[in-house]
Each structure stands twice: as structure tokens, then as C-alpha cells.
């Protein structure tokens, strides 16, 4: 995949990493740093200050993506989509400020790291939230990011969405995280970079124990924690969305569907159809990236044509009482 080592670009990054028995390691996020409304964080919350690099295919990055666009913060912090092939990082054709493609015609986000840091050592991943006035990277960590999105803008936001993470769900929303984090966020990972069979299996499991227990959740209710969607929602519904269309064959996450779950589809499409959501979400680059992006999965980058699969039907989710 390659990384940066001491501000330079490796292309082969595997004594880097921390193979555990054949099993992937998601390395940590290293900016995190956080913008605030009153600046005393050292960032402060302005209109048109901030710049969020991302990619279509990217879960991590989509959450952030979710949030700007729920928000309507689309005139207040800039993004830009990777539109290129990776080469070596993600890649962009259009440049921001004075950091500009050269002559190959795109810049590789790696160059924005080494802007901010000519030291750097780390992965270099989607998002990243740069500042264009200190002209460093402020955070590259969605989970955090979202906190900021949803918190720290709102002089400027265009809609007034109710609290993504409200002081009396916060437990529970924490607790649906961490699982759903380890089991299905990055569990899909986990499998479809798996490199034994063991490491394969020791995922596989708890992936569809834990879509077990949210169907059997959202049978009862219509969103995870609270009346409306929270941030642990958008973090579920960033993989669901991907699931039948890549994981399920491209990660062989193949036990079921996430279509064969009545109410975890429903509930699927009821955050699909969100206003404004499906707008920000793009089948077509997600397969790319995925199917077409990653050699180590799928060395002939084939994508397929299908599934096709209609995710504008009746979600019928109104009916399902809410959490009280
Ligand atoms: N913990 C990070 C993970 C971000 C992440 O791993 N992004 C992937 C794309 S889906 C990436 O950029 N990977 C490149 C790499 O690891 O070199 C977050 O949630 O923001």
C-alpha cells in the first residue's frame, strides 16, 4: 500500500507493518488535533479555513462526508474527492491553494503530509482535514472529525440538525460503536485482508453476530440509540451501504446479505433516502475503488456489473416505534 518514512514516500511499507498471524492491524490516526467554535483549541471554527481530502470509496471518509453534507456545510468547509487511480496515495486532480499538481497532473495526498510535517512518518489516509491558514493537517481521524462537524460549525451551518451525539444517549452510543466498529466497520476489513484462513474465521463470526443482534434491535426500534439518527447510525450505515455491493463478495463477507435482514435493509434505505444523502453516496466509485483499487484482494481490478439492486423502494421504517 506505502507510506511515508522520515517525509518520504516508500512504496513497499511490509516491515512497517504489524502482521499478527496473517491478521490486518489498522494503524492509528496520527493528527489529532480538534477546531473549536471558540478557537481555544488552537483551530478556530471559520468559514472557509478548512479543507476535507477524501475518496469515494472510503467508509472513513464518507462518514465526514455524510455529516458536512447533512450539516449543509458544503460552503464552509471545501472538499475534494479522489478522482485518479492510486498510484502511490490517494490522488487528486485539483490542487488547493498553493499546493498544486505537478507535471504528472495530480497530487498525491502524501505531498499535502510532507507540506505539513517534512518529517513525517505514517500512513497516509482519507480523511484528512487541513487547515489552510496554518497550512498543516489538523486531524485524520473520521471518528473525531464528525464530533467537529457536528458541534463546532453550526454559526454557518445551513441546516439544523439535532445533536449527532446527545448527552443522554452518549453511553449507549459509545457502547454500539465499539462493537460495531471491531465487527463490522473494520471487521469487513479484517476479513478481506485476512491472510490465513484463521485470521479469516476469527472475523467472519462476529460480524454476523452482531447483524443478528441489530436486526433483532431495529425490529424494535427505528434508529440504534435515539429518536433520531445519531452519529453511531451514519458510522453503521457507511458499511451497510457498501456490503451487498462489495463486501460480500470482494471481502467474502458472504454468510447472508444485508438485504436478506429485513429490518437492517429497511432501516438501510430509510438512511439512504435521507434528504440529501444519496447525493453523497456513489455505487459506482465505491466498486471502482474497491473492486478496481485494490490489487491484494483482486489483482485483475475487474469490477462487476452487478449486483443491481434499487435503493429507492418504500423503506416502510416510519412504522417502527422509536427508541424512547
Ligand atoms: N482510523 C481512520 C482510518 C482511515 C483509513 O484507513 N482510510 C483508508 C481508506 S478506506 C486509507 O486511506 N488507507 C490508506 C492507507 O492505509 O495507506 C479513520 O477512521 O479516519
Request: net charge negative; aromatic share 12%.
Amino acid at each position: 500500500m506505502g507510506m511515508v518514512i522520515d517525509g518520504r514516500w516508500i512504496d513497499d511499507d511490509e516491515k512497517y507493518r504489524n502482521p499478527q498471524g496473517g491478521a490486518f492491524v489498522r494503524a492509528e490516526s496520527v493528527w489529532r488535533d480538534s477546531i473549536s467554535a471558540d478557537g481555544s483549541s488552537g483551530f478556530k471554527a471559520e468559514p472557509g479555513r478548512y479543507h476535507l481530502f477524501l475518496a469515494p470509496s472510503c467508509p472513513w471518509a464518507h462518514r465526514t462526508q455524510i455529516i458536512r453534507r447533512l450539516k449543509g456545510l458544503e460552503d464552509v468547509i471545501s472538499a475534494t474527492l479522489s478522482d485518479r487511480p492510486r498510484v502511490r496515495s490517494w490522488a487528486y486532480t485539483q490542487g488547493i491553494d498553493d499546493i498544486q499538481p505537478g507535471d504528472s497532473g495530480v497530487l498525491e495526498l502524501h505531498e499535502v503530509y510532507i507540506k505539513a510535517d517534512p518529517n513525517y512518518t505514517g500512513r497516509v489516509t482519507v480523511p484528512t482535514l487541513w487547515d489552510r491558514e496554518k497550512k498543516t493537517i489538523v486531524n485524520n481521524e473520521s471518528s473525531e472529525i464528525i464530533r467537529m462537524l457536528n458541534t463546532e460549525f453550526d454559526e454557518w451551518a445551513a441546516n439544523d440538525l439535532p445533536d449527532l451525539y446527545p448527552e443522554p444517549h452518549r453511553s449507549r452510543i459509545d457502547e454500539l460503536n465499539d462493537r460495531i466498529y471491531e465487527t463490522v466497520n473494520n471487521g469487513v476489513y479484517r476479513c478481506g485482508f485476512a491472510k490465513t484462513q484463521e485470521a479469516y474465521e476469527e472475523y467472519i463470526g462476529p460480524m454476523f453476530e452482531t447483524f443478528d443482534y441489530l436486526e433483532d434491535l431495529l425490529s424494535k426500534q427505528r434508529y440504534l440509540a435515539a429518536e433520531h439518527p445519531t452519529e453511531a447510525d451514519w458510522r453503521l450505515f457507511v458499511t451497510l451501504i457498501r456490503f451487498d455491493f462489495v463486501y460480500f463478495s470482494h471481502f467474502k463477507c458472504n454468510i447472508r446479505r444485508i438485504q436478506d435482514y429485513p429490518n437492517l435493509w429497511n432501516y438501510t434505505l430509510d438512511l439512504y433516502q435521507t434528504p440529501g444523502v444519496a447525493e453523497v453516496v456513489d455505487i459506482a466509485g465505491i466498486k471502482k475503488g474497491y473492486y478496481g483499487g485494490q490489487s491484494n484482494v483482486n489483482p485483475t481490478g475487474i469490477v462487476p456489473t452487478g449486483p443491481f439492486i434499487d435503493l429507492t423502494v418504500a423503506h416502510k421504517r416510519d412504522q417502527v416505534k422509536n427508541a424512547a
